[in-house]
């Protein structure tokens, strides 16, 4: 009797905790074949892994071996990672040719993973950010310029190459255990930065969730820009004193003062390009997606931040 | 007992705990919205409010049952004095009635999320960057929005200009009318008297990044405030020009001035 054909899908960024968590969800009824540039990764028998550049000429070989269905780009190196060139040549340039090869091979369904960094922490930012916002980040700092060029170049094939049914997802905070990211890192440090007076509303999303999210989105083949976050919310300061986090206050004005008090202590988890996240809120409306997908996160605020209280320096 | 709680236990009297837990907000799982309201702190902050409102500035309020009990409205008044002191006041008298009190959002100048601290606050306890897409999303959740269309033209005026109504921005009008929202119009009276400043130095407060920098005493005077709410007006979401929704906004304004007019008449004496 002849099985029917399983869906074959290349999933990027596969050394991180979100890859792996949606491999593991995918892996029972498609073929995965993940990639990462960073690092060799194991990830099971069944499940086969490479380490390449996206801007080498090796990773075509990937597309010609197998008969991708579809790609899960998860692979985004996060802006306090690597230099800045470098993040731009993979995350941009590494991502276009990823996108102009999905083209060349007749691949149906893409789901980029991008961050609500884009929008940018302003001061006149309104609360419950829609998709159609501006994305404000590069008015902020270089340093996210590459996110926001990987939104713009997405955007771009979106509507360019409609047979891509292109997904772009923007999540609020990811958290959880494994997560490496710089809100991760300071909700399981013992003491954490704060702006003087600033205790911005956040959002977060368990990794686990974010996970499911991925896997509804890449199901339904709806394209376009999503929201991705839960309707719940924490201000910054009280989050930290949940997770058992001392609070240790930096001077916030004039707005010069902490950026060179930042710089001075060159922190990974509170890099000065990210200080207007600390400073301002960035509270995005995720409706959309929810309402589309029909998803509903599992684990709650409370349950997340217990999970850094109980767990200091998890990763 | 903690610092928080100690104060918190000076302030709030179990009636006014009840009170704000009566007001039913959508808020997350921790007491916060998507704005930054928080229901522990609006309690300390209704707290002291109330002192203010009872004892230091002694209001007298008419007509706060006109504002609906339900659904979207925006709350449209006179600004004045300097400080944010009107907003305050209106949505104590609101939140504080006897029959089904609401807790409205104050929509405030684009530059206090920038000042450490106090923005903050003001956000605890439902004070909201005023900003269409914010009023648009806060109507479209049913809630009752304190708008001051003159902006700071009217909270910065001089003492000279006292009651005199500054030009209103058509944004309120537009939303009113997309959501549907009844207008409630409302007549500040006293809270000239409350900073009252000779003139605003410009050039300092660019310099300072200020809206405007007043020339006053530093002591907010416990003068007595009255305060009006008219009967709601209805605008119908027709697509009509600007000039016809700036006539609108006229009604509006004209509405207010005599509800000024009426509390300048009641009053007895400045404190």
């Known amino acids: ?315 | 007992m903690s610092l928080g709680s100690f104060i918190k236990s000076k302030l709030v009297p179990a009636s006014l705990d009840e009170q704000i837990d009566r007001i039913r907000k959508p808020i997350g799982s921790l007491g916060y919205d998507p704005w930054g309201y928080n229901s522990e702190v609006t309690k300390v902050g209704f707290g002291i409010t109330r002192q203010l409102y009872e004892k230091y500035f002694r209001v007298h309020t008419e007509g706060v049952e006109k504002v609906p009990a339900e659904g979207p409205v925006l709350i449209v008044a006179n600004h004045s004095g300097q400080l944010p002191l009107d907003g305050l006041l209106i949505g104590y008298a609101l939140a504080a009635r006897e029959h089904r009190p609401r807790m409205p959002r104050a929509m405030i100048e684009r530059f206090f999320p920038t000042v450490p601290y106090l923005g903050n606050l003001l956000n605890e306890m439902g004070a909201v960057l005023g900003d269409p897409t914010n009023c648009a999303k806060m109507l479209a959740n049913n809630e009752a929005v304190v708008v001051f269309p003159e902006g700071i033209r009217g909270s910065g005026k001089p003492y000279a200009d006292r009651y005199q109504l500054k030009r209103f921005g058509n944004g309120f009008m537009h939303l009113a009318m997309k959501y549907n929202a009844p207008i409630v119009p409302v007549g500040v009276v006293g809270c000239e008297e409350t900073i009252p400043a000779i003139t605003n130095i410009k050039p300092l407060a660019r310099m300072l990044g200020l809206p405007y920098a007043p020339v006053a005493l530093p002591v907010v005077f416990p003068a007595k405030v009255h305060l009006n709410f008219g009967d709601p007006l209805i605008f119908d979401n027709d697509d009509i020009p600007e000039e016809l929704v700036a006539e609108r906004v006229e009604r509006v304004k004209a509405a207010i001035s005599e509800l000024i007019d009426k509390g300048l008449h009641d009053r007895k004496r400045l404190f």
Request: aromatic share 10%; proline share 6%; glycine share 6%.
């Open chain 1, 1 to 315: 009797m002849n099985q029917p054909r399983r869906p074959q899908i290349l999933v990027t960024g596969a050394a991180g905790a979100l890859a792996q968590r949606v491999i593991n969800r995918l892996k029972e009824t498609c073929d995965l074949v993940a990639v990462d540039f960073r690092e060799q990764v194991y990830l099971g028998d069944d499940v086969p892994t490479y380490c390449i550049d996206f801007n080498k000429r090796g990773f075509e070989d990937l597309y010609r071996r197998y008969d991708f269905d579809g790609v899960i780009h998860l692979g985004r190196i996060m802006s306090s990672q690597e230099t800045r060139m470098r993040r731009y040549n993979a995350n941009v340039l590494g991502s276009q040719r990823m996108l102009d090869l999905c083209h060349k091979y007749g691949i149906s369904r893409v789901v980029i993973l991008s961050t609500y960094h884009v929008y940018g922490a302003v001061a006149y930012n309104p609360a419950l950010i829609d998709e159609d916002a501006p994305l404000k980040a590069v008015g902020l700092s270089m340093d996210l310029i590459d996110s926001v060029e990987l939104e713009n170049l997405a955007n771009i094939y979106l509507w360019r190459f409609p047979d891509l049914n292109i997904t772009i997802l923007r999540p609020c905070n990811i958290v959880g255990p494994g997560v490496r990211n710089s809100i991760s890192r300071l909700l399981a440090s013992n003491r954490a930065p704060v702006l003087a007076g600033f205790s911005p509303m956040m959002q977060f999303i368990h990794i686990d969730d974010m996970a499911d999210a991925i896997v509804l989105a890449y199901h339904k083949k709806q394209k376009g820009i999503f929201n991705v976050a839960p309707d719940d919310w924490v201000a910054y300061q009280h989050a930290l004193e949940l997770c058992g986090c001392k609070r240790m206050p930096i001077l916030s004005i004039p707005p010069v003062v902490p950026k060179l008090i930042l710089k001075a202590l060159r922190l990974k988890s509170f890099p000065p390009y990210l200080m207007s996240f600390f400073k301002y809120p960035v509270i995005i409306d995720g409706r959309l997606f929810a309402q589309t997908f029909d998803f509903k996160p599992k684990r709650s605020l409370k349950e997340i931040l217990r999970f850094y209280r109980e767990n200091k320096r998890p990763i």
